[in-house]
Structure formats: structure tokens, C-alpha cells
């Protein structure tokens, strides 16, 4: 139940049964319980409880218990797998794929887009870090390199968000480019 959770997004707890494939009482009983560790929060929408993530810390929290040991992704974790934002840096097989080619030897790929990397090293952030992602099992960068490539392929409109949720969405111009500049090939990228 908190796996379907991590794209952000609310849900009642007939949902939440659903998706774990168990009786409503028994989700219930979860519920209450993470709710009471402070892992869940909810509120009420009429007739019914609506429950999410108390916050980044716990999403954080089930990012790095879920590298352990799931074997297969629940349906609203798969919907995130592609491409979706941790924290403020590109994750997901996008991610993945980009943290790849980033970490060539001799690749021009932050000149290429226009990135300031002496600006990035004077601030106070770690400039690089790898932080492991939950459905590849693999790096993708994060540290202030990760948050402003994510800014850079936001701002060109290369990666559009989904509303109310971590989700990123490849735009035609964001497929030309990632493959172009990170040598992807366009039959990585979902169709349709």
C-alpha cells in the first residue's frame, strides 16, 4: 500500500485494498497502524479516508527499503518507472539511462547544455551524488548537478510533470533530445 503512494498522489483505502490485493479490514488495520508510526497521513473526503506519504522523509525512507528486496513492481509504482522526480533530480529508467552517459570519460555533455560547473561546485551542495533508485536498483545522479539538469529538461520542455504526482512525461522535443545528446535510442522511450 505505501509503494502505490509513492507517486504523490492520494488515495482511499478501498483503493489502497485493491491495489494490495487484501481485504478492506485488514487494510484498515495497516492503515491505522502506519498512520499511528507517522508514515501515512489522511483526511477525510467525505464518506471516506484518503491517505498519502506523511512526507519526504518517508518517501526517502521506502526508496532506500525497497532497493532490498522487491521482487515486482505494484501497478502505481510501475506507472512511475519510466521517468519521475526524486526530490528535485531526474529518476526512474530515464534517470538511470542519463546518469550513464554522464559518467563516460571525457563526455561534453554539461557544456553541451549550457551547465555553469564551476557555479555548481561554489555552492554549498554536494555538486554530485548517487542516489540509488528504487525500481532499477541502479545510480541516477542527484546533488545539485541532478537538481538543475532537472530544471534544465524542464524548462526546454523536454519533461513535462503530471499534476499532483511525481511522474514525468518525455515531450516529442525532450525524446529528440535525450537521444540526440545522451545516445539513447528512440525505441527506449514508451510509445504513445
Not at 508510526?37 to 506519504?53: D, I, Q, T
Not at 521506502?62 to 505494484?74: D, F, K, M
Not at 546533488?143 to 523536454?158: H, I, S, T
Amino acid at each position: 500500500m505505501v509503494l502505490a503512494l509513492m507517486d504523490g498522489r492520494s488515495r482511499s483505502a478501498k483503493k489502497l485494498a485493491l491495489d494490495a490485493g487484501v481485504t478492506a479490514q485488514t487494510a484498515s488495520s495497516h492503515l491505522r497502524k502506519l498512520v499511528a508510526a507517522r508514515m501515512l497521513v489522511w483526511e477525510g473526503r467525505g464518506r471516506s479516508k484518503h491517505f498519502s506519504l506523511a512526507g519526504a522523509d518517508v518517501a526517502q525512507a521506502v526508496e532506500a527499503l525497497s532497493g532490498i528486496g522487491i521482487r515486482e513492481l505494484p501497478a502505481a509504482a510501475r506507472e512511475l518507472r519510466f521517468a519521475r522526480c526524486c526530490y528535485d533530480h531526474l529518476a526512474g529508467q530515464l534517470g538511470v539511462a542519463v546518469t550513464e552517459r554522464l559518467l563516460r570519460r571525457g563526455n561534453t555533455l554539461l557544456h553541451e547544455l549550457g551547465i555553469d560547473r564551476d557555479a555548481l561546485e561554489a555552492s554549498r551542495r554536494p555538486l554530485f551524488r548517487c542516489c540509488t533508485d528504487w525500481t532499477e536498483r541502479r545510480p541516477h545522479v542527484a546533488g545539485a548537478l541532478g537538481a538543475v539538469l532537472l530544471r534544465r529538461y524542464k524548462d526546454e520542455r523536454w519533461l513535462v510533470g503530471v499534476e499532483d504526482s511525481r511522474k514525468l512525461v518525455v515531450t516529442p522535443t525532450g525524446e529528440s533530445a535525450f537521444s540526440r545528446l545522451f545516445d539513447l535510442d528512440p525505441a527506449f522511450f514508451p510509445q504513445g
